[in-house]
């Protein structure tokens, strides 16, 4: 039976990522932070490892954490899922994002419990936009050019990860969704409300990635693929803004939804004032400079050739039937 320890277990993602663990019959250990909800991680048979990433001697808690928690032997595999998307300061961004992961490398290689794979979940985001103009699919052969701070602390966590010496495997998933995650959720609920906004007059292309696939995705990488590898992760299917709308409408059974287009000059504006606002309240703001970049992206377009040759990556749930499971979930909790 192998052992795995999730970090980061707590998040919308983590949490199937500990079922899906559980499910393949793995000895499974969630990695949470004291402050960390555990509504969805209930399973009796999981073992609970609290990390102190803020103590004043980061590396030394971390390792004192690891030596009393790891089972006999170690682990056999890591995953690493923690990381912020929304931060107000750059620096935030980096602490968290390559600071934290930095340290707990540190940690496991100090108290000799480095695993036979690390996986870490990235983000497309540390691509950047690609080439200005064109469709053409992201490649892991592409060189990246973030333009986001979170896809550059992304991307300099990568770049820890591939110097520590630690036998790694690294995902750059595409935008993620399921039940319990919020940021897809305000989009369901503004197409409740009869709204859907759009930005920009240049069709836009985007991917996703039900979240379960994305758990399945991660223990087929654990078992099959090679060390030293990075791979993009998405649905190998392109949509529209429109085509989301459209299937989110027939779902909630919705006639009528009223589709209104921002230019990209109105979104930077409301972006920055929004920035502006969380900086002086000390939260960070949905809206900010980096969710423009990331919105005014017009290509997301990703090949998944060598994730699906590698491990034989093949997800199960396409846009609609993903919508579908998602607002079914929303509705019988109560969140529509």
Known sequence: MEKVLVVGAGG???GFIVEEALRRGYEV??????????RYLTDPGIHFTVFDFDAKVPIEALADTLRQSAPEGGWDWIVYN????????FADFSRINCGYLRDFIS???RENLVPAKFLFISSLSAMGPGMKGSYEPFTERMVPQPNTRYGTSKLKAEMELQMSGIPYVIFRATGLYGPRDHDYFLMFDSIRKGFDFSVGFRRQQLTFL???DLAEAVFD???????????NVAHPNAYTQAEFRRMAMAEMGKKVVLPFRVPLWGLRGVCMIAEKI??????PSTLNSDKYNIMAQRNWNVSVDKARRDFGFAPRVDLREGIARSIEWYKREGWL
């Open 29 to 38: 250990w969630a990695g949470v932070r004291e402050s960390t909800s555990r």
């Open 12 to 14: 919308f993602v983590g």
């Open 107 to 109: 940690a496991l290689q």
């Open 278 to 283: 969380g900086a002086a309240k000390g939260k």
């Open 82 to 89: 923690l990381g912020a998307t929304k931060c107000i300061r």
């Open 221 to 231: 990488a654990l078992e099959k693929a090679p060390v030293g590898e990075v791979y």
């Open 210 to 212: 039900y979240v379960s």
